[in-house]
């Protein structure tokens, strides 16, 4: 298979939170509603002679729209490829950059909480992600670069004075 570079540049949106490319999610619904179209208008036309009632043929004939709207489904996947890369495994990424947001983390939400607290099965995803040990080196730092907000900032209490009038 070759790879087709197109000049003109991808212009992307979120849908139903995955990013889809504007002028593929038009021709995906346009495929989409011509085999679900054409799918229900030949199912009833096919059917009207062959069930009891017009009804049930007209029943019949959603859920063979239905199966077109799952086929059309398949049809714009195919056709269509993802306009991103998900990257599972091992990839490659740099410690610093996820010690400088597990930081980031801590100093806006006041903690991260303790890894002692979490659930076994929190603990073994952790684990399985690679993550559990990352969080572990912060927690174990943590208290040493953390110094409380009020024994870093003292306030002193306010002095009243009356006035004399």
Known sequence: ???????RPWRLVEVWGDTVDTRHLAWSIAIGLGV?????LIA?????????TPE???AYAMLAGLA?????????ARIFPPKRE????????DPTWRLEVLARL??????LGQLADLPPVVVAEMKE????????AHEKNAPAQRTPRAAATPVAAPTLTARKA
């Open 86 to 93: 998900v990257v599972e495994g091992d990839a490659v990424v």
């Open 36 to 40: 679900s179209l054409a799918g229900f």
């Open 106 to 111: 801590d100093e806006e939400h006041g903690g």
């Open 44 to 52: 009833r036309r096919l059917l009207v002679s062959a069930v009891a």
């Open 56 to 58: 049930l043929a007209r």
């Open 1 to 7: 298979m070759t790879e087709r570079t197109s000049t």
């Open 68 to 76: 077109g709207c799952v086929l059309s489904g398949v049809i714009c």
């Open 129 to 136: 992600l690679g993550l559990y040990d990352l969080f572990a």
